[in-house]
């Protein structure tokens, strides 16, 4: 499949549910899970519990959105993950194999495999190292290039109409909560 960059890049989030109101305070699922819990177990706070599934039920809804946008070209998160990285890297947008898999967070094997596959797409290219020959260079094609530019408008646009029923105080306040949890369990991990 080669990438299509006339395809039409207006695309919708999927809606789900058709209510905008966001001072709805009607009972949603998390509220009835967390009820029929306090029911059964009255000696336990199930108040985290309600938070956690929403937050768990938004991030699905957010990786269908990333799986919709990059299926429809045929590539996956671990595709656009490579091609996204050469493409920060500079005006080469070339990087090493090693030097992908470790800021992905993948092995060697499972890089090698992504970027075979990229390589058969035409959209990165291989070549030799100038002065090891054990090494090798990964860089965008002019075809990644211009999968990659498309793509990633698209993705930050599906990104935004996601958090779209935010004010910009409420994502402000959104993200600091979500850096405050991260940096507790990221700091947690590193000792």
Known sequence: MVFDATRDAEHKAPRRGTSTNTTDDSPDFADRAVTQWAAQRPDLDFSAMGTLARFARLGLYGGQLVDQTFGEVGLDRGDFDVLASLRRNGAN????????????????????????????????????????????YISLSEEGLRCIDTLVEQHVTREAELLGVLTPEERVAFDGILRKLLRTYENHDER
């Open 93 to 136: 947008h070339r990087m090493m194999p090693s030097e992908l898999a470790d800021i992905l967070l993948t092995t060697r094997g499972g890089m090698t495999k992504r970027i075979d596959r990229l390589i058969t797409r035409g959209l990165v290219i291989r070549a030799p190292h100038e002065t090891d020959r054990r090494s090798s």
